[in-house]
C-alpha cells in the first residue's frame, strides 16, 4: 500500500532530525513528534519499520521514550540491540532503559542542527465542526 504525501514528508523530516543527533547524546519520540506536530507514536512507527540499510545510516537507537525507556528490544542489521549501541556510545543503559542522567545525554529535538523550522498542526474548519473562534 503507498503511503500518503504527507507522511512520506513526515518520514523525510523524522530521518532527518534523527541524523542530527549526536554521538553519546538521545533525544525521545515526544520530543520529534512536538516539533513536527505529530504523534510520538508516529515517529515511533517510522523508525519500527526502517529497512536495514537505512539503519545502518541512520542512528535510529538514539531515540528513547520519554521516561528513557527503550520499548521492545530492536536490533540492528548486525544483530546488536539498542542497548548495546547506546552503551558503545558510553550511555549506561540497564535492562531496557538509559540509567545515564537523563539530563546529561538528552538533547531536545528543536536544538539538533537538522533546519526543519518547528511545526504546527493545522485544524481544517469543517461543516460539522463549529466556529468558535468570535465566542
Known amino acids: 500500500m503507498a503511503k500518503s504525501e504527507a507522511f ?15 554521538e553519546s547524546k538521545i533525544t525521545t519520540y515526544q520530543s520529534i ?4 506536530a505529530v504523534m510520538p507514536r508516529h515517529v515511533a512507527y517510522i523508525l ?7 539503519k545502518m545510516e541512520v542512528p535510529w537507537y538514539r531515540v528513547v521514550s520519554a521516561d528513557g ?19 558503545r556510545e558510553g550511555i549506561d ?18 536544538a539538533l542542527p ?3 523550522p518547528r511545526q504546527e498542526r493545522r485544524v481544517r474548519q469543517t461543516s460539522a465542526t463549529p466556529d468558535v473562534r468570535g465566542c
Open 69 to 87: 525507556s527503550l520499548g521492545v528490544p530492536k536490533r540492528d542489521p548486525n544483530g546488536d540491540t539498542q542497548a548495546q549501541l547506546l552503551q
Open 93 to 110: 543503559v540497564v535492562g531496557h532503559a538509559v540509567r545515564s542522567p537523563l539530563a546529561t545525554v538528552m538533547l531536545p529535538a528543536g
Open 8 to 22: 512520506a514528508r513526515i518520514k523525510a523530516q523524522v530521518l532527518r532530525i534523527v541524523t542530527t543527533i549526536p
Open 48 to 54: 519500527s519499520q526502517l529497512d536495514d540499510s537505512t
Open 33 to 36: 513528534g512536538e516539533h513536527l
Open 114 to 116: 537538522h533546519g526543519i
